[in-house]
């Protein structure tokens, strides 16, 4: 029953121009959504062999979302791409991580926070990572290939290939070896 529920979301979801490669497994209460802002509109692609459990949201608000083959994003992972994001193959991602590619504009203090748009801040995953359960991944980062995020670490800095990061802010405190 949730292979059928599973093709009929997806059908639906190609339907509005979100482009969901082949064999691409969506759990139920999966919120997928282009969105539209600053006068763009949002675009979002899931690639190849792809698994988005149960409770994802991907929320492109005018931005780009693209999701390498064959990676996974554990239950309740939230994604914003106001300033794009892009994750590489053969990643994980945690439960209820979150990764969010733009701030608020906080300039002026005479206008309130929400009337002063956003600062759109690119995210860039690379492949064969593995971000663990409850890390926020804040915009403006870029994560290596081959990198791990320890759980509940807080990334606001760029970690280079096969670093293995921990702690809020996230701290490298190693390196996979050969």
Same mark, same amino acid.
């Given at each position: 029953m949730l292979k059928a529920i599973s093709f009929i979301y997806v059908n639906l979801l190609r339907s509005f121009g979100?482009?969901?490669? *082949?064999?691409?497994?969506?759990w139920p209460l999966v919120y997928i959504a282009k969105g539209f802002a600053n006068g763009h509109k949002g675009k979002i692609t899931v690639n190849n062999h792809c698994? !988005?459990?149960q409770g994802t949201v991907l929320k492109a608000y005018g931005g780009e979302i693209t999701i390498g083959q064959n990676t996974f994003l554990g239950e309740y992972c939230i994604i914003y791409g106001h300033g794009g994001v892009t994750i590489g193959d053969n990643t994980l991602i945690a439960m209820q991580t979150c990764i969010i590619s733009s701030n608020?504009?906080?300039a002026n203090k005479?206008? +309130?926070?929400?009337? *002063?748009?956003d600062v759109l801040l690119p995210i860039k995953i690379g492949?064969?990572?593995?971000?663990?359960? $409850?890390?926020?991944? !804040?915009g403006g980062v870029t994560i290596g290939d081959g990198c791990i995020v320890g759980a509940g670490a807080v990334v606001t800095k760029? +970690?280079?290939?096969?670093?293995?990061a921990i $702690?809020?802010?996230? *701290?490298?405190? $190693?390196?996979?070896?050969?």
């Open positions: 979100i482009s969901i490669k *082949q064999n691409v497994k969506i698994e !988005l459990s608020h504009n906080i005479n206008t +309130l926070i929400r009337s *002063q748009g492949s064969d990572v593995w971000i663990g359960a $409850g890390v926020k991944i !804040l760029n +970690l280079p290939p096969y670093a293995i $702690g809020v802010p996230a *701290q490298i405190t $190693g390196y996979r070896n050969d």
